[in-house]
T-cell receptor, first 110, second 113 residues
Framework: AQSVAQPEDQVNVAEGNPLTVKCTYS??????LFWYVQYPNRGLQFLLK??????LVKGSYGFEAEFNKSQTSFHLKKPSALVSDSALYFC????????FGTGTRLQVFP | DVKVTQSSRYLVKRTGEKVFLECVQD?????MFWYRQDPGLGLRLIYF???????EKGDIPEGYSVSREKKERFSLILESASTNQTSMYLC????????????FGAGSRLTVL
């Protein structure tokens, strides 16, 4: 069965520093991978997706993600974190329907 | 602006009550989904529907049912609410093709006392 894992419950980073939110996947065949973000008291919002092609995918709000087939990873990155990036981030893989990870809370400190 | 609207943001119900959670989308999407979100467990799929009058069980359908009589509306029903159904419920929709993304509603936070 397809699955994703987010090994960190929380990531803390200082504003202006680069951030990474980790995701690893387990799929058969070529994966469709996604990142979503949830701000407080809101539904999930789409950030970016990987289907095929360039391993570096750019998305909303300056985020990007790197697909690494050999490490079965799809880590979310941003070169310079903002306090407003503080939110809950979910990695997901499509297996007909979307299967979500458990989420990583990103806290950006001023 | 396209939307998925969940009519109730906060509900408080008593054990044994029948609960209806309503979701409406205005994007003419074929697929609709109900998830529940719990801390440390992420999102878990309850039920989904690929088209009108169609429904499929997700990963945790026990204690829930759904109704999709019209394309734009997907209702989640708790026949007899229990305290372990206290959760955040998220509705989502998507076009039925390719790797299209889900559009989520703002969520319905249900507390069962």
């Amino acid at each position: 069965a397809q699955s994703v894992a987010q090994p960190e419950d929380q990531v803390n980073v200082a504003e202006g520093n680069p951030l990474t939110v980790k995701c690893t996947y387990s799929v058969s065949g070529n994966p469709y991978l996604f990142w979503y973000v949830q701000y407080p008291n809101r539904g999930l919002q789409f950030l970016l997706k990987y289907i095929t092609g360039d391993n570096l995918v750019k998305g909303s709000y300056g985020f990007e993600a790197e697909f690494n087939k050999s490490q079965t990873s799809f880590h979310l990155k941003k070169p310079s974190a903002l306090v407003s990036d503080s939110a809950l981030y979910f990695c997901a893989v499509r297996d007909g329907k979307l299967i979500f990870g458990t989420g990583t809370r990103l806290q950006v400190f001023p | 602006d396209v939307k998925v609207t969940q009519s109730s943001r906060y509900l408080v119900k008593r054990t044994g009550e029948k609960v209806f959670l309503e979701c409406v989308q205005d994007m003419d999407h074929e697929n609709m989904f109900w998830y529940r979100q719990d801390p440390g467990l992420g999102l878990r799929l309850i039920y989904f529907s690929y088209d009108v009058k169609m429904k499929e069980k997700g990963d945790i359908p026990e204690g829930y049912s759904v109704s999709r009589e019209k394309k734009e509306r997907f209702s989640l029903i708790l026949e007899s609410a229990s305290t372990n159904q206290t959760s955040m419920y998220l509705c989502a929709s998507r076009v039925n093709s390719g790797a299209n993304v889900l559009t989520f509603g703002a969520g319905s936070r249900l507390t069962v006392l």
